[in-house]
């Protein structure tokens, strides 16, 4: 890989730079587990919460939107609320930010850390004064990033709850990229892209980036390359420069958005 001719390198998080589908899948289950079992009345009409419908329901959606999925799912009516509400609540909002302080309580007491050719590839860009920024639908994206201890390396984070400031829609769109790209002065002609997922690859190649760079943690190379993406890798220890990465592990296509 030689990177010589680019500015600027937008990363996606979650399988990408960190592992971290499994940890939003795990807050999904305890919260929805909970709220099932504390009440019993909807239980009898609902099936229990599996991890089917985290892909089916959840996967790829705003925390609140997913909420909504899964409780319509199961014939479950709740009030809206706002995204403000207390966790306790029996509310979409208030269950929206159940899950979410059960994922903030994972990732404080367990941690994450990214992948091993993931930071070696940072740390390889980083001595060469590369700009770079993750480009995540996730609101979690700075805990994320802090827990994992890569904060440092990324000079913008364009993260769900800024794109809701900015009113900016989500991948596939292309415009929290082109708004990543353009916060770090660059032309997204002169911008590298890498993402593990379908949408994120789409939204590079719609947003005219020089280079969509693909990671298969378990999606496949031809679907990668039939969204567009220019090459695809296993590992990004295989984009560093005479570097001959170990086998990389592998993930289902998993994106968690809030």
């Not at 590298?192 to 999606?219: K, P, Q, T, W, Y």
């Amino acid at each position: 890989m030689d990177w010589s001719p680019y500015d600027a390198v937008l990363f996606d998080l979650d399988g990408v730079v960190t592992p971290t589908a499994e940890v939003h899948m795990r807050a999904w289950a305890a919260m929805f587990d909970q709220f099932l079992t504390d009440h019993p009345t909807r239980q009898e009409v609902a099936a229990p919460y599996t991890d089917a419908d985290y892909f089916a329901y959840i996967d790829g959606r705003p925390r609140f939107e997913g909420v909504s999925s899964f409780l319509a799912s199961r014939g479950i009516e709740l009030p809206q609320g706002t995204e403000d509400d207390d966790p306790e609540l029996d509310t979409v909002g208030g269950l929206g930010n159940r899950k979410n302080a059960m994922f903030s309580h994972i990732l404080a007491t367990e941690g994450v850390r990214p992948y091993p050719g993931s930071l070696a590839l940072l740390e390889y860009l980083g001595a060469q004064q590369m700009p770079m920024a993750i480009v995540s639908s996730s609101r979690n994206a700075p805990a994320v990033l802090h827990a994992a201890s890569v904060t440092s390396f990324f000079a913008e984070v364009m993260h769900g709850g800024i794109a809701a400031e900015r009113g900016l829609p989500g991948k596939p769109a292309p415009d929290t990229f082109l708004a990543a790209a353009a916060d770090l002065d660059t032309a997204p002609e002169r911008a590298v892209v890498i993402e593990d997922a379908i949408s994120g690859v789409r939204a590079g190649v719609a947003g005219g980036f020089a280079l969509v760079i693909g990671v298969d943690r378990g999606v496949g190379t031809g679907a990668l390359r039939a969204a567009g993406a220019s090459e695809v890798v296993s590992d990004l220890a295989q984009l560093i420069p005479g570097l001959t990465p170990g086998p990389a592990p592998k993930r289902s296509d998993s994106k968690e958005t809030s």
